[in-house]
Nanobody, 124 residues
């Protein structure tokens, strides 16, 4: 059974850091372009970052550029999102996802497989 499981969310103060992980099972993550999508309370889903299957191409939404770093470890079938300099507006549920598209994409509806999400709250 194809599954993506996120971990690493929690409560952090503004300016702090968190590292999200996403472990894949039932399929080989390296065959897919993958990404992180977030949904703030009362708002729609927004693509945060994506990384190509090889790891050579990454993209970020403007609001997180310079603060977030996406990475993948294909040997461990796992992807990560390092989040630094966190702001209250980063508060959201973060989902990892995999897409059958042949390129790195930030559009949520282009993703085919989703994790259950992990909550991130940035507050003092």
């Amino acid at each position: 059974q194809l599954q993506l499981v996120e971990s690493g969310g929690g409560l952090v103060q503004p300016g702090g850091s968190l590292r999200l992980s996403c472990a894949a099972s039932g399929f080989t993550l390296q065959d897919y372009n993958i990404g992180w999508i977030r949904q703030a309370p009362g708002k729609g889903r927004v693509g945060v970052s994506c990384i190509s299957a090889s790891g050579s191409i990454t993209d970020y939404v403007d609001s997180v550029k310079g603060r977030f770093t996406i990475s993948r470890d294909n040997a461990k079938n796992t992807m990560y999102l390092q989040m630094d300099s966190l702001k209250p507006e980063d508060t959201a549920t973060y989902y990892c996802a995999a897409t059958k598209k042949s390129e790195c994409v930030l559009t949520p509806f282009l993703y085919n497989y989703w994790g259950q999400g992990t909550h991130v709250t940035v507050s003092s």
